[in-house]
């Protein structure tokens, strides 16, 4: 070659560069031409070996493609084939180099920039002599970039046949070759993804078709129900397709459900719920009405169908038949706050509907803050209605089983509706009608006050719970503790199936002393607390008067006549106190008439005869 005329030299490379660069787009895949370019490298520009390093999707660069003429004892540079090297590493290795043209050169002396990470191959060479002799730790890089300017990948070209660093011509032709490259690298690219979008669209298409079917037979033959609902249009809601497990759960033949919308179909009560229920992922548990004129719990979920193109096209409902599990859930709240023996509100219970009624603020503001004296408001007025929502589970039970308040749930026939808790005549109201809501700082809260305690002389009394309150405010929520007596030597004689007896005749005749709307609660073995809301102090011990003379009369157990005394405390219940403090109170009190009449009290604080509880 040295002694060739430098003009025939470059013929040769040129008819060389054609013919390679002719091999890089006859290649037919990306593999091929990577292959293309390495071997292009080595046998149309005079290399030994030669790599390109290709960026992947996440930025780094992996050895894709490796030539080298003759393999070398040591393996050579194929070794490096699926190592990668961070695209961090590669910028500063680039960054460092000698800028020849859009080549890169790295001379041995400046190794220390190759970072651990980037693959690298030394063979063994000589070393140079001279200046311009090629080193074998010597690199040459010729990045290949894309036409927007993203970097394509790197080649990487080692020991040149000459043994000399690259000439002028040399690097040119590089630089054409690994332009060219960079033009093939794209173009299989290119190549590759259309192959594969052509692939995916069948594959999608044959899926679509797959779906189509798989939906028709799901949607019909479906164990619960299923509906399409209208988005657009004239016909925006109304149902167009059902399918049978829906007509059988509402008993409705399909032409006419396929005439109507869930707005049609949806229990009044619950039409507000419908129409807050999201249309994407919305869920809503309400009652849709039968053919026969009832209602059927269902649980609704929506999934909105939507076109690529056009966006959102259709509705579909998902119908679940809750029924049973709406009389399980009624069920077991009732067992969780219930006694099981008695039938009445327990512990829990108690201090829950007491705690509903309770609010931090002191007894002279909470006074001043019942705007409307007290009136002929009714039970279930407007104040008692603001107090106790079910939407805010009172009494621990779902929002659900207040929906509708005519409907007795299966299951749940025959339960004492006196148990309950609601607020009798005379209760003041929140606040004056057209008082915005929250006015008071305390939103719906009907505060309870503590009523005055009038002397011999008619002179208010103030407790440790209050100041001088307003006259007006007369009543409140009294607490009445009682404690039967002698129910231990019942237990003791007749065993404990004869206590279980009586414990259950007292609190039926305790519920048929009290007003409808107040609370009796078994608060525990012998215990029961009574929740008289809106009554005065005489109203108070009236009531007391009524529940002592309901309790004395004997009753009779297993053809034996038996009798208990009852001991009874009344306490008030205010804001500002807590449901500890309230109890507590009327506990006391109750031990005092206890100790007044000469009954067995307590020993030690907190000790009490053996009782069972039910």
């Known amino acids: 070659m040295e002694a060739e005329s430098e003009p025939y030299v470059r013929l040769a490379t040129l008819r060389t560069l054609h013919r390679v660069v002719a091999d890089l787009n006859a290649a037919r895949s990306l593999a091929g031409t990577l292959q293309a370019v390495v071997e292009g490298a080595v ?19 992996v050895v894709a493609a490796v030539w080298e003429l003759e393999e070398s004892a040591m393996g050579g540079p194929s070794v490096l084939l699926g190592q990668v090297g961070s695209r961090e590493s590669w910028d500063r290795l680039l960054g460092v180099s000698d800028h020849w043209g859009t080549l890169r050169f790295l001379p041995y002396d400046r190794g220390w920039a190759v970072a651990s990470d980037i693959p690298r191959w030394i063979g063994d060479g000589a070393m140079p002599v001279y200046a311009n002799d090629w080193h074998p730790a010597d690199g040459l890089l010729a990045p290949m970039y894309s036409a927007g300017g993203d970097l394509l990948g790197v080649l990487s070209v080692d020991r040149p046949r000459s043994g000399k660093r690259p000439g002028a011509w040399t690097r040119e032709a590089l630089e054409m070759f690994s332009l060219q490259a960079s033009i093939a690298i794209g173009n299989a690219r290119l190549r590759a993804e259309m192959q594969r979008a052509l692939a995916r669209l069948e594959k999608e298409q044959q899926a679509l078709r797959a779906s189509e079917e798989s939906f028709r037979q799901a949607f019909e033959y479906a164990p619960s129900g299923m509906a399409i609902t209208e988005l657009h249009g004239a016909g925006r809601g109304q149902l167009t397709r059902v399918n049978d497990a829906l007509c059988r759960l509402l008993g409705r033949p399909r032409a006419v459900l396929r005439q109507q919308s869930f707005a049609d179909l949806v229990h009044p009560d619950d039409r507000t719920l419908l129409e807050r229920t999201s249309a994407e992922s919305g869920r809503a548990e309400l009652r849709l009405s039968r053919r026969d004129g009832g209602y059927q719990w269902v649980c609704l979920r929506n999934s909105i169908v939507a076109d690529a193109a056009e966006g959102p096209s259709f509705l579909l409902t998902h119908v679940e038949d809750i029924e049973d599990r709406k009389r399980h859930e009624l069920q077991l709240a009732h067992r969780a706050s219930h006694d099981a023996l008695t039938g009445l509100p327990n512990g829990a219970e108690l201090k829950a509907r007491l705690g509903r009624r309770l609010c931090a603020l002191p007894q002279a503001v909470a006074a001043g803050h019942q705007a409307v004296p007290p009136g002929d408001s009714g039970h279930g007025g407007a104040g008692y209605a603001a107090a106790l929502r079910p939407e805010d589970g009172f009494g621990g039970y779902p929002e659900h089983l207040f929906g509708d308040p005519h409907r007795t ?6 339960m004492d509706p006196a148990h309950g808790y609601g607020l009798p005549e005379g209760y003041p109201a929140v606040a004056s009608a057209g008082a915005p809501d929250g006015a008071n700082g305390y939103g719906d809260h009907v505060h309870a006050v503590v009523p005055p305690d009038h002397g011999p002389g008619g002179e208010i ?10 006259p007006a405010v007369e009543k409140g929520l009294a607490v009445l503790f009682c404690d039967l007596d002698g129910f231990k030597s019942i237990n003791d004689r007749f065993g404990h199936n004869a206590g279980d007896a009586v414990l259950v005749e007292v609190a039926r005749r305790l519920s048929g002393a009290v007003r409808d709307g107040d609370t009796v609660a078994r608060f525990g073995g012998d215990e029961f607390v009574v929740l008289a809301d809106g009554i005065g102090r005489d109203e108070a011990k009236d009531l007391a008067h009524r529940l002592r003379n309901a309790i004395i009369p004997p009753m009779r157990i297993d053809g034996r006549a038996m009798r208990v005394g009852v001991s009874l405390g009344i306490g008030w219940a205010g804001c500002g106190m807590s449901i500890e403090e309230v109890l507590h109170t009327a506990d006391e009190r109750m031990y005092d008439e206890k100790r007044a009449r000469g009954g067995a009290v307590r020993g030690a604080r907190g000790e009490r005869s053996h009782r069972r509880a039910g």
């Not at 992947?56 to 660069?61: F, M």
């Open 43 to 61: 046998h149309g520009l005079g290399f030994d070996a030669a790599a390109v390093s290709l960026v992947r999707p996440d930025g780094d660069l």
């Open 409 to 414: 749930p299966v299951g749940y026939e025959g």
């Open 461 to 470: 009394r103030t407790g440790p719970f209050r100041s001088s309150p307003p």
